[in-house]
Structure formats: structure tokens, C-alpha cells
């Protein structure tokens, strides 16, 4: 099946500073990305969606300015958490859309975030 | 207001009984419903999906029915084996762009 790659698995990062998460669309090209959150023992929770050269789209209530997403290519869309406080320690997972009008998603790995 | 409920966060059944997991909705009307496994850790992995107009899909042990008059599926592992122990996640297609919305989970546990 299709692979899509999220990179790091897990990053450490201190209060104030960024955080770029990869993903990365293996053996297939994704017009259409996805980045969730999801705490634990809850579901994941759509933030925005990102499509290749457009801007993003985000849910309700996701700042648009902390949450930094470029889809610069088929392949591959950033997630950048910027300026990061404790409470955005969550896991982040991303997923694609093969082609166009695809309904199977496949999702990364997924990256856990912990603030200090 | 909008929502996904599984039936019981956790399940627990002996190998070799079927689970049976729930998924309800309310005020949605989802083109096509999904089903996901997920490992702790670890993002989702595709299951199965099944369409509006269809009422029963079949995949090796697992079947899922879409009840759209009960706004309600139903998923089931015959067969079950500890390896089948994970987080079960239904997702419907809502709005436009193929946006997943996820249920809240539930967690499966085989023992044998």
C-alpha cells in the first residue's frame, strides 16, 4: 500500500522556540494533505488542510499563525509550531490523499511533541 | 449539534469470539464511512470503507454494516485474536475536500 513518511517521530523542544514536522508522501503524489492532533485517549482532531500550492485551511479555532503549514510540493507538507508552549505537546499526525477525489487516506507515522 | 460516539471506550473479549464495535452518529450524512486501526503510538492504518448506498462490506475477519436510517455502523472482528488488540477508530466524510471526522475510539483487548 501507499507510504506516507512523518518526520521526526518524536522532538523535545523548549518553550519559545519552533518545531518543523515532515510529511512526506512516499510512492505516490498528494494533491490533498491533512494535519490532526490528537491528546491522549481522544480522537484525532482535524486542524487543517493543505493543499499543494494554495494556502492552508484551517478548523475552527486552529491559529492559522502558530501552526505554520506549507505544501510546497506533491509530495511533501510542513507543519511548523511556532513560538511552542507545554500545552501544544500533543501527537501530530498527517495524512494523504492519493491523486484526485481519493477517499482512502493514508496517515504518518505520526510525531510526538513534548514542550518543556 | 454534531456527533460520533462509539459505543464503550474499551472492549474486552476472550480469542476466537467476534467484537462487536458501534458507531453512532447524529446530524451528519456522510457520503461514505471509515474504519481504522491504531496501535498506541502510532497514526491510523485504513480498515475498510463503506458507501451510503451499500449495507454490508466484508474484508477477510472483518465486516462493517451502515445503517444510514439508524445513523449507525457496526464493526466486527470474527475470530478474534491478541494480535487484533488496538484502538478502533470510525471516520465519516464531512463537508467538502474528503475531510475525515473521527469518532472517539474504541479500545479493543483480546485475551486469551
Known amino acids: 500500500g501507499a507510504v506516507v513518511s512523518q518526520h521526526p517521530s518524536w522532538v523535545i523542544c523548549k518553550s519559545g522556540t519552533s518545531v518543523k514536522i515532515e510529511c512526506r508522501s512516499l510512492?505516490?503524489?498528494?494533491?490533498?494533505m491533512f494535519w490532526y492532533r490528537q491528546f491522549p485517549k481522544q480522537s484525532l482532531m482535524l486542524m487543517a488542510t493543505?493543499?499543494?500550492?494554495?494556502?492552508?485551511?484551517?478548523e475552527q479555532g486552529v491559529e492559522k499563525d502558530k501552526f505554520l503549514i506549507n505544501h510546497a510540493s506533491l509530495t511533501l507538507s510542513t507543519l511548523t509550531v511556532t513560538s511552542a508552549h507545554p500545552e501544544d505537546s500533543s501527537f501530530y499526525i498527517c495524512?494523504?490523499?492519493?491523486?484526485?477525489?481519493?477517499?482512502?487516506?493514508?496517515f504518518g507515522q505520526g510525531t510526538r511533541l513534548t514542550v518543556v | 449539534s454534531q456527533k460520533i460516539e462509539q459505543n464503550s471506550e474499551a472492549l474486552n473479549i476472550q480469542e476466537g469470539k467476534t467484537a462487536t464495535l458501534t458507531c453512532n452518529y447524529t446530524?451528519?450524512?456522510?457520503?461514505?464511512l471509515q474504519w481504522y486501526r491504531q496501535d498506541p503510538g502510532r497514526g491510523p492504518v485504513f480498515l475498510l470503507l463503506?458507501?451510503?448506498?451499500?449495507k454490508e462490506k466484508r474484508k477477510e475477519r472483518l465486516k462493517v454494516t451502515f445503517d444510514t436510517t439508524l445513523k449507525q455502523s457496526l464493526f466486527h472482528i470474527t475470530a478474534s485474536q491478541p494480535a487484533d488488540s488496538a484502538t478502533y477508530l470510525c471516520?465519516?466524510?464531512?463537508?467538502?475536500?474528503?475531510?475525515?471526522?473521527f469518532g472517539t475510539g474504541t479500545r479493543l483487548q483480546v485475551t486469551l
Open positions: 495524512s494523504a490523499l492519493p491523486g484526485q477525489g481519493g477517499t482512502e487516506a493514508f
Open positions: 510512492d505516490f503524489q498528494a494533491t490533498t
Open positions: 493543505s493543499n499543494e500550492g494554495s494556502k492552508a485551511t484551517y
Open positions: 446530524n451528519y450524512s456522510p457520503a461514505y
Open positions: 463503506i458507501r451510503e448506498n451499500e
Open positions: 471516520a465519516l466524510h464531512t463537508g467538502t475536500a474528503s475531510k475525515l471526522t
